[in-house]
């Protein structure tokens, strides 16, 4: 008898040992610090190429307006055209990859790409040219909405500015890096080499990327320990499985879960997505919130002072310096400079601040679980580092314009050049990121929603800059630009004032559409893009990560600035 109530007492401890493992909130993420630093690395490459097709393009422009027998007008007008698809591209591949993950998404735009650029290589008329400019845009514009997806998939809110900042650094140093790489292929190698320069560039890049990319995407394969379906494994995934069933007892699986719960959260993925036609209108839904029309808004307003000023560079310095189109392509580089610099001040300092006003408000922050955060000021962590940025951007707009007028020397506009890309990168940064934190369930249909309105109004910037450059001189132009940006800027203080009782507003009308369709209908795309999830929303796998966030303090404590608290209590205390 007394053996019997022993072996129970014993099995109770056990059970007790146990429970605080099995109640245990998932980690938002089980990827190592280096498989997200090769993840975001990749994405910011991808979003290289859409900014990259856009400018390489500008050397060439008279080339093939005389080769082609066409008026620069006409020339211009496919310049027109590719920013209106770089606006409508992520649409349909922002909602591709929010339904069916992010690989596919990546793959089949790569693929479209690859194929315009080879056309374009070999176009003999204008006709070929327009059309082929337009796919050319298609295929990988999207890759801009795709990276914001990605690093919501594997960043907490705590860690997302560094990573959205990495993230962001492709897509706004292209814009001053292809100028000169245009200029130098058109100049040495002829117009066609640019093409086939881009080729061979988006080749190389889609062959890494199948092979070792994985899938990100929450709802194929949730924090990353759901193993993912066929055509969202990399070869790298594939062989992977492949060697698993060799396992004599079924043990060599993932640190994370076992195989039958694997197979459980696959399934119960799988059971909530659901495969149809990408709809373009699901950015729609996004731009019609209150908050989020408004941040969008004012975010394009400085895109177009942003894209104003790189548009009408080529036609200004060679009036005012009589540069050629090489000359004129390195003038970007101070530009380029301040674009690759401010993702990484800039994404730092938006993780401290966040940190900072967590602290404040008695609020834990742990970078590895998904904290609840609709009680938090997050458009108050964001916005106040965006609106100095914007404020000190906007002078440097300013007087861009008059040391134009003045016919200055040329350091003056450079070093103007580099403080307007510092500054209004990073505001561009702190937008992305706000918007992620706004919709993380579909975030690269967000970053979508972003890209057609600001790449719309930037398109209508650049088609009347050069006229309003020409009719009312470089000094009013610009100061008129800046005006507007300045005026709109009370936006910036309604949104920290009045965005989190509009986004309570969004939570509460989503969990009244979620009750509605508990009936075992499936939620449109769109009326799921307006919340943010709960904080244990990762994946039904059971976790078992002791020595993983083990790595992760080490990881987190290495990357802390000096004097900077770190959050390894939070975790040890779990």
């Known amino acids: 008898m007394r053996n019997e109530i022993a ?63 066409v008026s620069s007008e006409l020339m211009n007008l496919t310049i027109t055209s590719y920013m209106i698809f770089q606006g409508l591209s992520p649409t349909i591949f922002g909602d591709l990859a929010d339904m069916a993950g992010r690989r596919p998404a990546y793959v089949i735009g790569f693929i479209v790409y690859i194929g315009a650029c080879i056309g374009l290589a070999l176009q003999t008329n204008y006709a070929a040219l327009f059309v082929l400019r337009c796919l050319q845009s298609t295929g990988c514009s999207g890759t801009i909405a795709l990276a914001s997806g990605v690093v919501a998939d594997i960043a907490t809110t705590a860690e997302r500015g560094t990573f959205m ?30 093409f086939w320069f881009l080729v061979i560039m988006a080749g190389a890049y889609l062959v890494i990327f199948l092979a070792f990319q994985p899938e990100t995407g929450r709802n194929v394969v949730g924090n990353g320990s759901v193993p993912p379906q066929g055509w969202n494994m990399s070869l ?66 400085v895109y177009t002072a942003y894209y104003c000023i790189t548009t009408s560079v080529t036609s200004t310095f060679s009036d005012i310096y009589g540069f050629d189109d090489f000359q004129i392509g390195l003038c970007f580089i101070p530009m380029g400079v301040g674009c690759f610099c401010a993702p990484l001040l800039n994404g ?63 350091a003056a506009p450079l070093v103007l050049h580099f403080i307007i890309g510092l500054m209004f990168t990073g505001a561009f940064n702190v937008t992305n990121v706000l918007l992620i ?15 057609l309105v600001r790449c719309l109004l930037g398109a209508g910037g650049a088609a009347v800059i050069v006229q309003m450059i020409r009719k009312m001189g470089s000094g009013p132009c610009f100061t008129f630009i800046a005006a507007i940006v300045y005026v709109a800027s009370p936006i910036l203080f309604i949104l920290m004032k009045r965005g989190p009782r509009w986004r309570e507003a969004r939570r509460q009308r989503l969990l009244v559409m979620n009750n509605e369709h508990e009936d075992g209908n499936t939620p449109n795309a769109a009326t799921t893009t307006t919340s943010y999830p709960p904080a244990a929303a990762t994946t039904t796998a059971a976790i078992d990560d002791d020595d993983n966030d083990d790595e992760k303090d080490a990881d987190d404590a290495d990357d802390a600035e000096p004097g900077a608290e770190t959050n390894t209590d939070t975790d040890k205390k779990e």
């Open 437 to 451: 934190d706004l919709y993380p369930l579909s975030p690269a249909t967000a970053t979508a929603a972003n890209n």
């Open 165 to 194: 900042g990495i993230a962001s650094m492709g897509p706004m140093v292209a814009p001053a890096l292809a100028p000169v790489l245009g200029g130098i292929l058109s100049q040495y190698l002829g117009w066609r080499s640019m």
């Open 7 to 69: 072996q129970q007492e014993e099995e109770v401890q056990d059970l007790e040992a146990l429970a605080p493992v099995a109640t245990r909130t998932p980690p938002f993420s089980v990827f190592t610090k280096w498989q997200k630093r090769f993840i975001v690395f990749m994405v910011a490459l991808g979003g290289f190429y859409s900014p990259l097709s856009a400018n390489i393009y500008f050397p060439a422009l008279n080339t093939l307006s005389h080769e082609l027998n």
């Open 348 to 410: 730092r300092a938006l993780d401290w601040n966040f940190k900072r006003i967590s602290r404040s408000l008695n609020m834990p922050v742990d970078r590895k679980r998904q904290d609840d955060l609709k009680d938090f000021p997050l458009e108050r962590a964001r916005i106040q580092l965006a609106w100095p940025l914007v404020f000190i951007g906007n002078a440097a707009v300013l007087c861009y314009g008059w040391v134009l007028h003045a016919r200055a020397h040329l």
């Open 236 to 301: 790298l995934n594939y062989l992977e499985v492949r060697k698993r069933p060799k396992s004599a007892d079924g043990t060599e699986l993932s640190r994370t879960a076992s195989r039958e719960e694997q197979r459980l959260a696959q399934a119960e993925l799988a059971k909530k997505r659901r495969l149809r036609w990408p709809n373009p209108l699901n950015a729609l839904s996004v731009i019609v919130q209150v908050d989020v029309g408004m941040l969008l808004f004012y975010n394009s307003l």
